[in-house]
């Protein structure tokens, strides 16, 4: 007689006990088996993102040491982006791509043909990169030119004062300006002595302390002088070194307040009337200026893209000024921020990567007019500010770089620090407390992260906004370690998984 059994599954069980343990442990597989079906099917419910990622919104969050481990992933890519740039077939090539641009174009002051031309060369040699959605938005920009410029001490003796006037001057009388000077240090000086001041030319005599706390007197010191009756007025030049070297920029005036001329002078003509007027020896000077400022001009701000592979809506954005005063070459301010920027898509292109994320070169226009291309750009972007990852300028000198400056949330500033230690092979590891960045501060206020190229800034107010901003000041070597910086920073955020928490 055959005892034998069959459990549920037509196993063969040769005794009854066989037969009910046989059936407790093929119910068990069966129940397991259930469950992987379920947890597929469960899966294939869940609403699909596509080109976005779960994480966004912190409902998966990893863990710090999750991305810290993710970041190490990228050490390979950070060393060959790094031997590209600084010992391989790229090297020097952002220097002498920005060498021809600059000798080619020259200054490229804001309404300028100079300008036109250099935005049309730059789309060109965007384009000829095979970067991809290369394109130009439109921008109205200010419009002033200054004209034939000089001054003239009469008393107490003839001295040609070296001057560049002030951008959006106004221009003196066709015969010019004839006037005593009265020499101040300071607001406060100028307030206490505001009855001495009207009809005359006022000089500040006030040395740079920090560029933001300086400015102020070239941004400010017409209008001051206005107030208090003053003809004109001479603003010695922010700047921490001169041979003789007037320095231009960026003031503005106010409404209903009387506009007079105004420009800067080199600090040793500041000095030299600083100590005259402490030995009260009487300075008289004749100015003459043929600012003129006209309608606002068509511009553009200059664009291309890596397309992202996986979120291409999200953005990651490197951008650096294209224009410039009209002294000079603007190779330090901003040509070189301007080409590490673009430098850094060219050599992703050159490795085969293609980031998550989409990576966009921005070249603005405009900047030194107080940011117009950059504000007219975030008008027509902000809607989709929730898509920017980060948003990065170069705008302080492409010299030895040190760091990035770094504006945003504690957790984001963790994720670039440690993104920072991928550039341990070059020694630039740093994170500064803030970004700067005229261009960028629109982003940051409304609390998108932002970074600023960090770099040895003890050279760079000995050339800023004069003629010696040229391609001399340019290193080749510095600017291929910032190259580098600014290529492993933007292409390991662009291609991490998550965003950078706000």
């Known amino acids: 007689m055959n005892t034998q059994s069959t459990c549920s599954e037509g196993h063969t069980c040769a005794t009854p006990e066989i037969l009910i343990t046989c059936f407790a442990i093929c119910g068990k597989e069966k129940r397991e088996k259930m469950k992987y079906i379920f947890l597929v099917f469960f899966i294939n419910l869940l609403p699909q993102y596509p080109g976005k990622s779960l994480r966004r919104d912190d409902s998966y969050p990893k863990t710090f040491e999750d991305i810290k481990n993710e970041i190490a992933g990228y050490s390979d890519i950070a060393k060959a982006i790094i031997d590209l740039a600084v010992h391989g077939k790229a090297q020097n090539r ?17 309404g300028s043909k100079n300008l036109d031309a250099a935005i049309k060369y730059m789309f060109s040699a965007l384009q000829e990169d095979r970067l991809e959605n290369v394109h130009l938005e439109p921008v109205k920009v200010p419009h002033w ?29 066709p015969k010019g300006i004839t006037a005593e000077v009265i020499v101040v240090a300071s607001f406060d000086e100028l307030h206490k002595r505001a009855q001495e001041a009207k009809g005359k030319i006022v000089v500040y005599n006030k040395p740079f302390i920090s560029y933001g706390e300086t400015v102020r007197y ?15 007025s001479l603003i010695r030049s922010i700047a921490t070194f001169s ?46 200026m043929g600012a003129k400022t006209y309608p606002d001009s068509p511009s553009f701000n200059t664009v291309a893209e890596i397309v992202g592979s996986k979120y291409p809506e999200q953005i990651v954005l490197v951008s650096g000024h294209l224009d410039s005063w009209d002294v000079g070459q603007g190779a330090m301010d901003d040509g070189g921020g301007a080409f590490i920027s673009w430098e850094a898509l060219s050599l992703i292109k050159d490795l085969g990567l293609r ?15 107080g940011g117009i291309g950059a504000e007219q750009y975030y008008q027509l972007h902000k809607e989709n500010i929730s898509n920017f990852d980060i948003v990065m300028e170069s705008d302080e000198g492409t010299f030895k770089p040190s760091g990035l400056g770094f504006t945003g949330s504690a957790k984001a ?47 760079y107010f000995w050339f800023h906004h004069s003629h010696g901003d040229t391609m001399t000041v340019q290193d080749p ?17 662009a291609d991490m998984e998550e965003m950078l928490p706000r």
Request: proline share 5%; glycine share 6%.
């Open 243 to 288: 041979i003789n070297s007037p320095h231009t920029g960026w003031q503005n005036y106010q409404r209903d307040v009387p506009r007079i001329p105004t420009a800067c002078i080199s600090v040793e003509d500041a000095e030299m009337m600083s100590r005259m007027s402490f030995r009260a020896t009487k300075i008289v000077v004749h100015l003459k």
């Open 145 to 173: 030119e200054r004209g034939e410029e000089f001054a003239m001490m009469l008393e107490p003796r003839n001295h040609s004062i070296a001057i560049l006037g002030l951008g959006s001057s106004v221009a003196t009388p």
């Open 94 to 110: 952002s220097y002498e791509r920005l060498a021809v641009f600059a000798d080619t174009i020259g200054p490229r002051l804001s």
């Open 477 to 493: 070597n510095q600017m291929n370690l910032c190259a580098a910086v600014w290529t492993v920073v933007s292409y390991v955020i």
């Open 355 to 369: 980031p998550k994320r989409t990576l966009r070169l921005v070249l603005w226009t405009a900047e030194e007019q």
């Open 218 to 232: 070239r941004s400010q010191g017409a209008v001051e002088a206005a107030k208090v009756g003053a003809v004109a």
């Open 413 to 459: 500033r963790d994720i670039v620090k440690e993104i920072m230690t991928l550039l341990q092979p070059i020694n630039v590891t740093d994170v500064y407390d803030s970004a700067d960045g005229t261009d960028i501060d629109y982003w940051m206020r409304d609390g998108v992260p932002g970074a600023s190229l960090r770099d040895d800034l003890s050279k």
